[in-house]
């Protein structure tokens, strides 16, 4: 046995060795195999491992087969008569068939087995080859879940990072898409690549999420939520500042803009950055229908991210302290119907949208079959039998209805859970001092994403710094024939996205 600590990290020249090395490191799980093989008339002992469930096991046996192949070849058993010739032979046949590589130590040899490859170790041997045989099951390519198409590609991401990169690899088929990869978690070993656009992404923001990746200690990654959090640059903001996705095209279309895409093995939730606040109100679709359909929906979004964060709160104001704002034969139905009320308009509407969460959270833990059965009965029997009981006011149940409704037209999840959060905030104010405790909230609230950045780029640009050329892709959408360039402060490098010859409507 090596006695020093520098030799303990390289692979030991006994098999039976290097057998007990790899079963201990494992301890003895059931899932590492081990087949053993013996080198005809030399009687040269062989061994390779893999682990069941990583592989693909076809692979396996044609990887073995063809680098055991000296056993029904005469002339290769005459060329085999110690370790280090056979380790030669094997080596030659394994190498033919390519994803090959030869190990030296042990930290190297782990990582292979760890990542779905094939080992064969050689007695009196110090290398060994592997081979990549990953596979195993994987859930197949299928529609998304969360961000529903109504146009477009109906494939998604899975749990596969190598599936997910060639899925996007499909769209944009340029030697300028560049992957670089790493391995964070100093237990789990998570593989993450970032993907970008060489000479349109900008060099800083990559500079920049490179060193937040690699300046990563963590001992566990289990999906992308983890680097989400963790490159953020304010950790107590309500606002995501890292946009997440599972489309494919959607992927595809922010690197052609100049963002970088971040992949993470094991979750079908691919990250992009940096994320401006009115990327989270664009979807993919707006962009594969005609400008005005696309400006019209947008426009709708922003109107109900109003209505979500300020309706029950402009409620409670005008009752509260701004009767006069209300009309006369409004105001006179209002205190009619708040008569019976036993609560102030404050403490019903917190009533109201707290059960609101609660039918919401609930209906999204429960199966689906039942989820939205639960969710929509659940909301109307519990609204109309609160009306009649004289806990809440016909008023205040449509208020928070159309509050809830509005939420869900908001594209990004992420997103969407802010502004629930933010909105039990305003209503609180808005309760003690009304409209003005509004507009000071609004005020605070643009002054803080003024402040807040994704990779560098402040996170209200295009608006704040005001950039007039790319307001055409903002709240609106501009015809293809006008967005020209891409985004500044995103894209430094390489603007120019569309010339139009004079023919098809343009001018050079």
Known sequence: MPKNKEDQCMIYTSLAENLQEVTGKFGNSPDVIIRKFTIIQTQIKVAAIYIDGLVDKVMVDEFISHAMSLNTLA??????????????????????????????????????????ETVILIDDSVEAISGNTSGGEVRAVSEATTQVAIRGSKESFTEAIGTNLSLVRRRIKSSNLWVESFKIGEVTQTDVSIMYINGIANDKSIKQLRTNLKDTKIDALLESGYIEQLIEEKIYSPFPTVFNTERPDSVAGNLLEGRIAIFVDGTPFVLIAPATFFLFFHSVDDYYQRFDISSLIRLLRFVCLFISLFGPAIFISLVNFHQEMIPTPLLINLASQREGVPFPAFIEAVMMEITFEIIREAGIRLPSQIGQTVSIIGGLVLGQAAVQAGIVSPAMVIVVSITGISSFATPSFNMAL?????????????????????ALIGIMLIGHMCSLRSLGVPYLSPAAPFIPEDQKDTIIRAPFQSMKTRPRLVSQKNKKRLEMNKKNGGSK
Not at 94 to 109: N, P, R, T
Not at 424 to 433: E, H, M, N, Y
């Open 75 to 116: 002339e290769g058993q005459q060329k085999v008569s110690s370790g280090p010739d056979a380790f030669n032979y094997i080596k030659e046949k394994a190498l033919s068939i390519g994803e090959e590589k030869i190990i030296k130590d042990w930290k190297v040899l782990f990582a292979a087995l760890l990542s779905g």
């Open 418 to 438: 802010s502004i629930r959060l933010l909105r039990f905030l305003i209503l609180f104010v808005s309760g003690f001092i009304g409209l003005y405790g509004i």
